[in-house]
């Protein structure tokens, strides 16, 4: 079993930052990818950004690349989603979630733990 919980969502501003953080519990952390995910009101949850085992390797959404970073840091147990130049279409609950192997998956049928998500609000 693994427990995810994230943190750092809120109100910002067209153009500002904010860094989401997942920590997680229950199995060796090093030993599994991670992902963040998201669900804007009336649309499927889709794909923002992926992390391997070690850090290594990292995967973005088009819609993200170059604004998002996602990293980890495995002695803390914690994933994080650095969100820069943040839109207002940026808007949604934001889910961490656990692939239990060591290679990235990119769709939310490949996960297998989620979080249970905090809102990001980003105002025009």
């Known amino acids: 079993q693994v427990q995810l919980v994230e943190s750092g969502g809120g109100l910002v501003q067209a153009g500002g930052s904010l860094r989401l953080s997942c920590a997680a519990s229950?199995?060796?952390?090093?030993?599994?990818?991670m992902g963040w995910f998201r669900q804007a009101p009336g649309k499927e949850r889709e794909f923002v950004a992926a992390?391997?085992?070690?850090?290594?390797?990292?995967y973005y959404a088009d819609s993200v690349k170059g604004r998002f970073t996602i990293s980890r840091d495995n002695a803390k147990n914690t994933v994080y989603l650095q969100m820069n130049s943040l839109k207002p279409e940026d808007t949604a609950v934001y889910y961490c979630?656990?692939?239990?192997?060591?290679?990235?998956?990119?769709?939310?049928?490949?996960?297998?733990?989620w979080g249970k998500g905090t809102l990001v609000t980003v105002s025009s």
């Open positions: 229950g199995r060796t952390f090093s030993g599994y990818a």
């Open positions: 979630a656990a692939h239990l192997s060591y290679t990235v998956v990119r769709t939310t049928t490949g996960m297998d733990y």
């Open positions: 992390i391997n085992w070690s850090g290594y390797s990292t």
